[in-house]
């Protein structure tokens, strides 16, 4: 089994800058593909952002050139740097794991193919 844990969620304002981590422990998880999720009230979840065990990354379009995710395979972390947050993006945000590989066909936004999901942290932005 493989239990993820995000921490680094709190309120900011406006064009403020965030840092989400999210923990990975149990299985060796270098192989697979992370992603970032986010869910308003009200709202579906969405894909934020996913990264592949080679660093190739991808982003929803309305985060493109303000969200950064990474990961550190030698301490099991993963990480997500906000910048320029705006009102919308307030939401909990979920880390989970995926054993598809990203890229090709898949741009890793299908919440279906991931199988594990941390308890979320929430990001709240305010005016």
């Known amino acids: 089994q493989v239990q993820l844990v995000e921490s680094g969620g709190g309120l900011v304002q406006v064009g403020g800058s965030l840092r989400l981590s999210c923990a990975a422990s149990?299985?060796?998880?270098?192989?697979?593909?992370m992603g970032w999720f986010r869910q308003a009230p009200g709202k579906e979840r969405e894909f934020v952002a996913a990264?592949?065990?080679?660093?190739?990354?991808t982003y929803a379009d309305s985060v493109k050139g303000r969200f950064t995710i990474s990961r550190d395979n030698v301490k099991n972390m993963y990480y997500l740097q906000m910048n320029s947050l705006k009102p919308e993006d307030t939401a909990v945000y979920y880390c989970a794991l995926s054993t598809y590989n990203l890229g090709g066909s898949w741009s890793g936004s299908s919440p279906s193919r991931y199988g594990y999901w941390g308890q979320g942290t929430q990001v709240t932005v305010s005016s």
């Open positions: 149990g299985r060796t998880f270098s192989i697979y593909t």
């Open positions: 990264i592949s065990w080679s660093g190739f990354s």
